[in-house]
């Protein structure tokens, strides 16, 4: 089994997270409060960190059971381009859903456990890494983490590359809570 993502109509994320675990599929979707005002009152709602897609732990034969059928039709692979060393396309359509590492996965899951306003996601987009050292936090709540040194707002931060998707940057942290790789 691998962890693929999967793309979903807007807003349609938690319908198909609760249609897979309850077929036993494994899913995880992160999520982060949203806060803004409707009729002068001030609402806070849970929304997707990453809008319209799911991450989904699963065989890609299991996944053709479910996906573009009824009742989770909204629910899609997200394909990157699959190439040789020569740029020509591999297979039919030159496409394979997306499959993300099981150890970028479990980087991603335990920072999303970790509660700490100032930690950030941009998506993959977005933000370009130039070379950076790759370090291990140490100590700290992001003990364990490895990643590049970046800088972002003028703090020391790890960002971790989610295959794909986007980067993950922890909050600042210390460089003596830093070790080179």
């Avoid at 700290?140 to 490895?146: D, E, L, R, T, V």
């Avoid at 295959?163 to 070790?179: C, D, H, N, Q, R």
């Amino acid at each position: 089994m691998v962890w693929f993502l999967m793309r979903a109509a807007y807003g349609q994320e938690q319908k198909a997270q609760e249609f897979l675990e309850a077929k036993g599929i494994e899913t995880f979707l992160p999520l982060q409060e949203h806060c803004f005002v409707r009729d002068g009152k001030r609402v806070k709602k849970m929304q997707s960190l990453i809008p319209n897609f799911l991450f989904v732990k699963s065989t890609e034969n299991e996944m053709k059971k479910y996906i573009g059928k009824h009742p989770v039709d909204f629910l899609h692979h997200y394909y990157v381009p699959h190439k040789d060393n020569s740029g020509n396309a591999i297979g039919t359509k030159g496409i394979k859903p997306l499959v993300i590492p099981d150890e970028q996965m479990a980087a991603f899951q335990q920072w999303y456990a970790i509660r700490d306003d100032n930690k950030l996601f941009i998506a993959d987009d977005k933000m370009h890494f130039t070379k950076d050292q790759q370090v291990k936090v140490i100590g700290g709540k992001f003990a364990g983490m490895c990643g590049r040194v970046c800088h972002i707002k003028g703090q020391s931060r790890v960002g971790i590359v989610i295959s794909g998707v986007g980067i993950i940057f922890t909050a600042y942290i210390p460089k003596g809570m830093l070790e080179v790789l």
